[in-house]
């Protein structure tokens, strides 16, 4: 038999973690390296490999409950080799070290079970409820796997050069950073100033680290219906992105 199809074979590495594809997560497990993926994410595998759930505690599930960020894992645990995917969304494996990592909880696709993971807050001027308030903080060492839209862009954050991003455009960013949750105007003009440009909440970064966004955002396609009322129009609490989009292949 013969078909362009086999040169998309097994991609064979001594690494631990690598990417069979773009779009597609390689990890093998020797047996005594647990991994927490996304539930759901596996599509094949090789060898003799056990998914189970993962426990949440108390507290995790208080603060999913509360906050709506968090991710459902299950744990990959035995000899082989695990691929993983979601949606055919890229792929990046990135080193977490002491600094931590922080991260949107909806392109967290797999990590290793050393690490350790909780909610946290983001500073807000305005009170805002919406997509960006709260996040997932990875510590430890160790690696984890992240998912994007597209080809993101990697942004270097200096105490002489500080970044702003679309707070439903950003993936993770250093867990060093200062970060403070904005308005791009004044708050008199909060409001309106989203209702005519479609532009509104912001993450602002100071220090030294990273900030990684990719070219897609939470928001649904432009005119979309996403409620009512004032919220719906410009995108706040639960008629905004994240309220009105539980299901969204982004969010």
Not at 10 to 26: C, K, Y
């Amino acid at each position: 038999m013969q078909s362009p199809l086999f040169a998309y074979n097994d991609q064979q590495t001594q690494e631990r973690w690598s990417l069979q594809n773009p779009q597609m997560l390689r990890v093998a497990l020797e047996g005594h390296d647990d991994i927490l993926a996304r539930k759901g994410t596996m599509v094949a595998y090789q060898g003799l490999v056990e998914f189970d759930a993962e426990f949440q505690s108390r507290g995790q599930a208080r603060a999913r409950a509360h906050t709506g960020e968090g991710v459902d894992l299950m744990r990959c645990h035995g000899q082989g080799t695990v691929y993983l995917a979601n949606l055919a969304q890229r792929i990046h494996v990135m080193d977490v070290e002491q600094e931590g990592l922080t991260v949107d909880s909806s392109y967290v696709l797999a990590m290793d079970s050393s690490l350790h993971h909780e909610v946290i807050a983001v500073d807000s001027l305005y009170g805002i409820s919406g997509s960006g308030k709260y996040q997932l903080n990875i510590t430890g060492r160790g690696r984890v796997a992240l998912m994007t839209s597209g080809a993101p862009l990697l942004m270097r954050v200096t105490p002489d050069t500080y970044v702003n991003c679309d707070a439903d455009a950003i993936v993770a960013w250093s867990t060093g950073l200062r970060v403070q949750m904005q308005a791009q105007t004044h708050s008199s003009g909060v409001f309106r100033r989203r209702g005519n440009t479609g532009e509104g909440w912001e993450l602002s970064f100071m220090g030294n680290g990273f900030a990684l966004v990719q070219p897609s955002e939470l928001l649904p396609p432009q005119n979309a219906a996403i409620g009512s009322g004032l919220g719906a129009q410009y995108g706040v609490g639960q008629q905004g992105a994240r309220g009105q989009n539980q299901g969204n292949v982004w969010s």
